[in-house]
């Protein structure tokens, strides 16, 4: 198994410098889609199928090695994996986290990592897709870091919506 891993952590790293070489260090992130600049971006959706204690010899040594060797790295996690938090917050420079079950999901990464990483929605921040209303979560968590997807139909509609979280941000 172990072996396995390592020749998987040596493509993933050929790969990425390969990648860093021709196109640079900045790009859009996989999952979900947000700007990075230097470090790698990782899907961990099998850690919900098995133990803390497998995460942590089996994935975490390399992440790490990865993360140092890259500059840091965010993480996207859509399996049922919350028995693995305390792993993940031991992931060495791990910018960002992408949680994506539900609200409440999102509220207990929100309240367990805090500012120490941001966080990434699985649901964008317009009006016609989203559990709960922006400012219900956002009041709550206006200490914590976002990336905030968002979408408009038009040039008045991108307006308004900026406009409307520029109010969110001066009441923080």
């Known amino acids: 198994m172990l072996d396995l891993i390592a020749m998987t952590e040596a493509l993933i790293g050929e790969f990425l410098d390969e990648w860093f070489a021709r196109y640079g260090t900045e790009y859009i992130s996989h999952c979900p889609h947000f700007p990075m600049r230097g470090g790698y971006t990782f899907s961990e959706d099998e850690a ?8 942590e010899r089996f994935s ?9 060797r890259y500059g ?15 792993a993940f917050s031991r992931i060495e420079g791990l910018r ?9 999901m999102l509220e207990e990464a929100a309240a367990f990592f805090g500012r120490a990483v941001c966080h990434a929605p699985w649901y964008s921040l317009d009006d ?8 219900l ?8 870091h976002w990336v905030l997807h968002a979408s408009a139909h038009d040039a008045d509609e ?15």
């Open 48 to 55: 919900g199928e098995f133990s803390r204690d497998m995460f």
């Open 60 to 68: 975490l040594p390399s992440i790490n090695r990865l993360s140092r």
């Open 72 to 86: 840091g790295c965010a993480m996207h996690c859509c399996a049922h994996a919350r028995h693995q938090w305390e």
């Open 96 to 104: 960002l986290v992408n949680i994506t079950q539900n609200g409440a």
């Open 128 to 135: 016609r897709v989203q559990p709960r209303p922006v400012p």
């Open 137 to 144: 979560w956002a009041e709550a968590y206006r200490d914590v």
């Open 158 to 172: 991108a307006k308004a919506f900026a406009a409307r979280l520029g109010d969110m941000r001066l009441k923080a």
